[in-house]
């Protein structure tokens, strides 16, 4: 059972998603917040598997609460999905620079909800297929570079990291990582916890972007 935290200022919108995900057998809301302040306390106390945020929240909003929750030495460190009506960049990239693994409009289909709660709380990172290109180009022609640049990245990464960080480019879970390389999927999160901080980066999302950014994949 997927146990999630649903955060919004809007009763509405709290109340329909929670109807929403509710309904789903293999999803449990354990928790609604109205605002950020209160989505971090709740996160601490109920230990969710995904936060689902709104970004626009009065007090702390969903990118302040993301960067918290996200945070290597959180505890708990909850995977967030963030749920908004609004698609400007500097909302998308501030989320995902925060170290969410999920940005979706609350406009989507209910069925592409669930499908997101269920890939965040998977391991898998999820972005609004209407954002996906415009997200990747925007950050592979930025001109400012993570400080990790794909050359010194050789030297830091581990043959078997530098092999990981291609599957995952590939929109591989942390089992499907296990089975092609034939290891158990404790094995892959350990490799995976030591290489993202030698990327600079806080998430497997951000690791996929940085590896677009530096070229290691192209679009």
Request: charge should be negative.
């Amino acid at each position: 059972m997927i146990r999630v935290l649903i955060a919004d200022d809007q009763h509405l919108v709290r109340a329909g998603l929670s109807a929403l995900l509710g309904a789903e057998d293999d999803i449990e809301v354990v928790g609604v917040a109205r605002d950020g302040t209160e989505a971090l306390a709740m996160a601490r106390d109920m230990r969710p598997d995904v936060a689902c945020l709104d970004i626009r929240m009065p007090g702390r909003n969903g990118i302040e609460v993301a960067r918290e929750l996200c945070a290597p030495d959180a505890d708990p460190q909850v995977p967030v999905l963030v749920l908004t009506t609004f698609d400007l960049d500097d909302y998308v990239f501030g989320a995902l620079e925060a170290g969410a693994s999920g940005f979706l409009l609350k406009d989507a289909p209910p069925e592409a909800i669930g499908h997101a709660v269920r890939q965040v709380a998977a391991g898998r990172g999820t972005i609004d297929q209407t954002l996906t290109r415009r997200i990747l180009q925007e950050f592979v022609h930025r001109r400012r570079l993570q400080p990790v640049t794909a050359r010194r990245a050789e030297d830091l990464l581990t043959p078997r990291e530098q092999e990981i960080l291609l599957l995952l480019a590939q929109g591989m879970s942390n089992d499907d990582i296990a089975r092609a390389l034939v290891v158990e999927v404790s094995t892959v999160k350990s490799h995976l916890a030591r290489m993202l901080p030698k990327l600079g980066v806080q998430s497997r999302l951000q690791a996929v972007v940085w590896a677009y950014q530096n070229h290691v994949v192209t679009v």
